[in-house]
């Protein structure tokens, strides 16, 4: 009698707990990427890139929304004195990606903030990723250091996608192979970036 009056104790226990997680709201779906020597075409100008689905756009698509984000091909040798970067917001492009740029570290970026989330401009003054690489930008220019371009590690990009997803953005190099101390002569306009795309505001 007791061994049955334990089993059911027992099974009263796993119906609770099932009935428990059942009621649980699920967190937030997330996908984290990287990528590495993403070069764009000479002749083309841009790269064409869906956050999305995760894939190069081809640029015979480059006048639909299935790009989120595009990145300029940049000259070697030194004379690339800015980096375009540019969303398909409809203002640039004919989609409705909306971004802004968090002052914070990848790691610290936990939610979006949709109140900050804005349609890109071709104008200079209003893009999302500045063109400034003294400091305030998503890149900086280090004139004592080799006269490299770095990624800033404060600065993490913020979009919801066409889709509807969002996602938090940040380059970690433009040198190929992402050499550790690159100098003037490394081949450069090879992005590397990393993403975590999420089906909340929240990472």
């Known amino acids: 009698m007791m061994k049955i009056l334990s089993m059911l104790a027992f099974a009263s226990v796993v119906v609770a707990s099932c009935s428990n997680d059942s009621t649980t709201n699920p967190g937030p779906s997330i996908t984290s990427l990287s990528k590495a020597n993403m070069r764009p075409d000479s002749a083309q100008g841009f790269l064409y890139y869906s956050l999305d689905g995760d894939s190069v756009v081809p640029f015979s698509k480059r006048t639909t929304n299935e790009w989120d984000i595009c990145m300029a091909f940049l000259q070697d040798g030194g004379r690339t004195r800015q980096i375009n970067i540019f969303f398909n917001s409809g203002t640039v492009g004919v989609g409705t990606t909306k971004a802004y740029v968090a002052s914070a570290r990848f790691e610290l970026v936990t939610a979006a903030d949709t109140s900050k989330l804005k349609t890109d401009d071709t104008t200079t003054t209003n893009r999302i990723v500045s063109i400034d ?43 190929k192979d992402a050499v550790p101390s690159p100098d003037e002569l490394t081949p450069l306009g090879y992005y590397h970036f990393r993403y975590a795309r999420s089906t909340t505001a929240s990472f």
Do not use: A, C, E, W
């Open 133 to 175: 690489l003294t400091g305030p930008g998503v890149f900086i220019y280090q004139p004592t250091v080799r006269h490299t371009i770095v990624p800033s590690p404060d600065k993490t990009i913020v979009v919801r996608t066409k889709g509807g997803k969002f996602v938090k953005f940040q380059f970690t190099s433009i040198y």
